[in-house]
């Protein structure tokens, strides 16, 4: 029994969640096992990749825990804190951040590598779940909450778009759901997505103007003579005869993606372009020859050759080798969380912890089946990695985090949930 109210103890909230996480990590573990085979290869340590993230998800656990004992109502006051903060890390990664793919994300804080775009992401959550509370009415929601969230999702989204155009719309796209949810007027969420989808047109149209194809880059050097070498998926500005600055500099990368996701024509397989659609290729490979139960874990062909299988496509990895059953039950743990989160919502008395809880949640699902469409081919490749699962540092952690309020907004639902039930058996 001491046993028992010592796991208890541990384990606290709701326990539907704490098994989807558990399963979500035990798959997490195998499949990055398997994808990062490649990179064992090199190295010439093969556990290495699997233990190193199965350490940050146990460091991720830790947070988890620690958070989850933290009471609701002072996640409301680390708000300001939490904004400012996150404002700071976003200015500071322009200014001395380390690139990837051409792109400024990361902060080297000692010898731990920090992505201020996720801390960013659970702050705009944070914002708006606290904004929506705040001026809740019998009739909707102020129509000032609009506003000020507007003015905050633009500063924060503001400065993660330059570097990171998908993280930005997966922010977007979050909140506008949460305004929804928060009863914001329907006619300002029209607005704001007409205004939106007017605002993407543009940038789409800007983008095919500037930016520059592979094939386009390879004559511009060929007419340069200079030969050009694709260093990375992404290529590098620097590779470019002119270099292009300010926040058009990965308009390339942008344009390349777009081109390469709207090119429909059915092409011969002796004929794909392997060199420059090879993780597009390789992740439906890998689809297509999966079957119903797939080839059984750690028996994937295309993990030795898909650009990133431990991390963007590890989707297409699961796929392969647990089939569509293996990958549908991946998706249900996702939708399940989000449907668990829900219920829990419903059972707070108090709006905030209820938005804040369907924020994160809706963050991670949203994020997942972002993932999900890139890996199948129904949305451009993105280079957003698949929530707890994907080999991943910040992410992984802050990802815990996340649940670990979630199951401190449940710890809070269910008190009130047996205190009401208390009340009504003594008044019977």
């Known amino acids: 029994m001491e046993k ?15 098994i989807i996480f558990f399963l979500l990590c035990l798959v997490s573990v195998v499949e990055v096992y398997s994808a990062s085979a490649s990179l064992g290869y090199k190295s010439g340590n093969y556990w290495f990749a699997a233990t190193y993230h199965s350490a940050l998800l146990f460091v991720g656990f830790l947070c988890m825990i620690f958070v989850l004992n933290i009471p609701c109502r002072y996640f409301k006051v680390m708000t300001p ?24 994300r990361w902060l080297k804080i000692g010898f731990i590598p920090l992505q201020p775009s996720e801390v960013a992401k659970g702050t705009l959550v944070l914002t708006t779940a606290h904004i929506l ?28 778009l330059p570097e990171n155009f998908s993280t930005a719309a997966l922010m977007f796209t979050v909140v506008f759901i949460m305004m929804f949810v928060g009863r ?9 997505f007409a205004s939106v989808v007017g605002a993407a047109m543009v940038l789409v149209m800007v983008i095919m103007l500037i ?6 880059l390879a004559e511009a050097h060929s007419a340069a003579g200079k030969e050009y070498v694709e260093t990375n998926e992404a290529k590098d500005a620097d590779e470019t005869p002119v270099t292009r600055g300010g926040i058009w500099h990965r308009a390339d990368v942008w344009k390349e993606r777009i081109v390469s996701f709207f090119d429909v024509r059915d092409v011969p397989p002796e004929e ?38 431990f991390s963007d496509f590890i989707f297409a990895i699961i796929f392969e080798e647990l089939g569509l059953l293996g990958a549908a039950f991946v998706m249900l743990l996702y939708i399940s969380l989000l449907f668990r989160t829900g219920i829990i919502a419903m059972q ?6 209820a938005l804040l809880a369907m924020g994160l949640a809706l963050m991670i699902v949203v994020q997942a089946l972002f993932n999900m469409a890139v890996a199948v081919g129904l949305a451009p490749v993105t280079g957003q990695p698949l929530p707890l699962i994907s080999k991943g540092g910040t992410s992984s952690i802050i990802n ?28 019977m």
């Open 4 to 18: 028992l109210k010592r796991l208890q103890n541990v384990f606290k909230g709701d326990g539907v969640i704490w």
């Open 81 to 104: 804190i939490m904004f400012v903060g996150s404002i700071l890390l976003l200015v500071l990664v322009y200014l001395i951040g380390t690139k990837e793919n051409d792109a400024a």
């Open 133 to 160: 509370s705040q001026l809740q009415t019998p009739e909707g929601v102020s129509s000032k909450a609009f506003k000020y969230i507007l003015g905050t999702s633009l500063l924060l989204i503001g400065l993660v």
């Open 184 to 192: 914001v007027s329907i006619k300002q969420l029209l607005g704001l």
């Open 211 to 216: 930016g520059q194809s592979k094939s386009q």
């Open 272 to 309: 794909y372009d392997m060199d420059n659609k090879g993780q597009e290729g390789r992740a439906r490979i890998a689809i297509a020859s999966s079957g119903v139960l797939g080839v059984g874990p750690g028996n994937s062909v295309q993990r030795d050759l898909l650009p990133l299988a």
């Open 348 to 353: 707070c008395e108090n709006t905030f912890p």
């Open 400 to 427: 815990c985090i996340y649940i670990g309020v979630i199951l401190s907004v449940s710890r809070t639902a269910k008190k009130r949930m047996k205190t009401a039930k208390v009340e009504v058996e003594n008044e």
